[in-house]
Structures are given as C-alpha cells and as structure tokens.
C-alpha cells in the first residue's frame, strides 16, 4: 500500500483511509471482519467520531491488541473545553487506546463556532493541554464549508483538515485550498470523496482525488469486499486520460444538478429551517441506515421542511443552482416512506 505524510504532523498514513460512520449501522462480527481484510491490506488510516453513535466502541474491539503502526482518528463537535474533553476521554475509552494520532474539531462551519472553540477555556485550549498530557499527538478540524477550510489552514492552529473533495466539487481546485495547505504542510483529508454514496464509480472518483498530492480520502465501507476494491484504486489509481474527464463532465452535469455540496450559503433560511440537513437526509439514511436515523421517529429539524413558504431565498443563494425547495420535498418523502417501513433495510437501495 502506497503512503502519505499528513503535512506537519508527521503522521504517515495509507494512501486511503477508512470511515467509521457505517459501522454504526452493521454487526460488531462484520466489522471485526472489515478491520481485519483492511490491515490485511495494508491500511492504517481509521477515522470515526463520538458522534457516530457506537462506531468508537466497535472500532476499538476489531483493532483490540492491533493497534501499533496504526493511525487512529476521531472528533468531537463540542466547542467547550469541557464537553471536548469529556468526548475525548469517552473516546479514548472506546477506542482501547491511550492516545489518539488526530483528533478533531467536527463540523466547524462557520466563523462563529470556530470563535467559540477558541475562546478561554474552549475546546481549542482543551485539546492543546491533552497534546502536552500525551492523549492527542494532533490536532485537526473538519468542515462542510470551503470559507472555513482555507480559514482553518491558514490559522496554523490545525495539522490537519477534512473537507469535502470529489470529482463533483469542482470548487476545491479553484480555490487555492491545495496550494495554501501545501504551502502551510497542513494535512488533507478529503471527507465523502464517493459523495456520501452518490456518485458510484469508485475508481474514477479516487482517481480523480488522487492528482491531487498529499490528499488523504477517507472512506465508509461496509464489507471486506469494498475493502478490497477500494486498496486496489489506491494501490494502483488509474492515470486519467481525455475520455475519464468527458465521463466526469457527464456525472457533473446530471449529479451535479441535486448534489449537495453543504457550503451552507442557502442559510438562513427565514423560517428556521435547516436547509442543509434537510437536503442531506438521505446522505444520512446511506451512512448510518434509517435505523439509527429515525430511531426516535422523524426529527425536528426534518418536520420543520413541512413549514416551508417556497420564498426561494435558499435557491437565489445556491452558488451551484440547486432546486433545493424540491430537494426538501425528496427528503420528507423519503422520510414517511421509511417511517411507515415500506421503505428498503438496504441502505444501498435508498435514493433520494
């Protein structure tokens, strides 16, 4: 397996990482088997969440008694230092480990939540003092909003930074997001790179992130079958030629029509509702199954699209166009067909 180095912080990963977001959603046994055709083949990179309902705990068994020469990572979306550390301490427990290679700020998308975890006694101070105590050897953030990444990269507090980049977010190679983090050897990690389900053709899409040097993407799985397709790509990428960048054209113009980027630039929205989540329901529904998604009955925050007055404000904001007042209805439909169960047990089988 190929390997990169995680800018600054030294850390060297496999050249694909794996997510643990599905793993809250399948059996402790079947990731015990996925953890063990990864390590066969020659992955390193784990990455979860405190928030990925019990994904921490079955991570930690399946790698219990392995977890030399790995690179383990997690994250907490807490913003005081206290809850932070609470998320951290919980997280090592689960993790069976000592100390975590990265841990990070989750979902920090807008100035103001990164104001807040840099405030005295924020999550920020918490995570430097579990540096000096040897629990954390870095500290990253991860973010839906492009603004937020650059502004992360260049406040040289973090190591590392997990952004969205696919073939679809045509955005990322405008930006100067490579090139600042180059420049600044701060670590990329490329968050939904298969776009959270949607895009299919593994190869192409890894690929295509792949050009990218230094860009570390992170991957659910499900079986040691995906496993093995996936080490495959990143042993041996394709080199893409004329005819694959006519194939992502075509996948930009159909997918690209309803795909989600998550900037957040549809928000406010003047009744409250949050767009965003909205939109990516069924994004939610592929990760961790419906299962866990409408365990307590439809959330409030989906309810809430029912009060939508069509003002459109959300689509005149869209940068990438998107219908998003129908999107919203795609998602609420989705929503009651699984809650009345006619909808399919194979997160595989849902669309939007």
Not at 344 to 350: D, K, P
């Amino acid at each position: 397996m190929r390997s990169i180095i995680l800018g600054r912080s030294g850390l060297t990963v496999s050249a694909v990482g794996l997510g643990g977001i599905q793993f809250s959603k399948i059996p402790q046994a079947r990731v015990a088997r996925v953890i063990a055709e990864a390590l066969e083949r020659g992955i390193t990179f784990f990455e979860t969440a405190y928030g990925y309902f019990d994904s921490e705990q079955k991570l930690g068994l399946a790698l219990r008694g392995r977890r030399q020469g790995l690179i383990l990572a997690s994250k907490s979306s807490a913003r005081d230092g206290r809850t932070f550390t609470r998320h951290l301490e919980q997280g090592l427990r689960r993790l069976r480990t000592d100390v975590i290679d990265i841990y990070q700020l989750h979902g920090v998308d807008s100035p103001e939540a990164l104001q807040r975890a840099l405030r005295p006694g924020g999550a920020v101070a918490a995570a430097r003092r579990a540096i000096r105590r040897g629990k954390v050897r870095s500290l990253g953030l991860t973010t839906h909003s492009l603004e937020m990444a650059l502004r992360a990269v260049r406040t040289g507090l973090f190591e590392t930074v997990q952004y969205p980049i696919s073939l679809i977010n045509t955005e990322v190679p405008r930006s100067g997001l490579l090139g600042e983090a180059r420049n600044r050897r701060v670590g990329l990690i490329a968050m939904k790179p298969l776009g959270g389900g949607r895009l299919g053709q593994a190869r192409l899409a890894l690929s295509y992130i792949y050009r990218f040097r230094g860009v570390v993407p992170v991957v659910g799985v499900e079986t040691p079958r995906q496993v093995r397709q996936l080490a495959g790509i990143a042993e041996r990428p394709t080199k893409l030629a004329p005819a694959h960048f006519e194939r992502i054209r075509r996948i930009r113009r159909t997918v690209g029509r309803t795909f989600c980027r998550a900037c957040r630039y549809c928000e406010p929205c003047p009744v409250g509702i949050s767009i965003f989540r909205v939109l990516y329901f069924p994004v939610y529904v592929m990760q961790m199954g419906p299962g866990h998604v409408l365990r307590d009955g439809l959330p409030d925050w989906l309810v809430k699209a029912e009060q939508c007055v069509q003002c459109r404000q959300c689509e005149a904001r869209c940068p990438f166009h998107l219908k998003i007042v129908e999107g919203m209805k795609s998602s609420l439909r989705l929503a009651r067909r699984l809650s009345r169960g006619r909808g399919s047990r194979r997160s595989a089988a849902v669309r939007p």
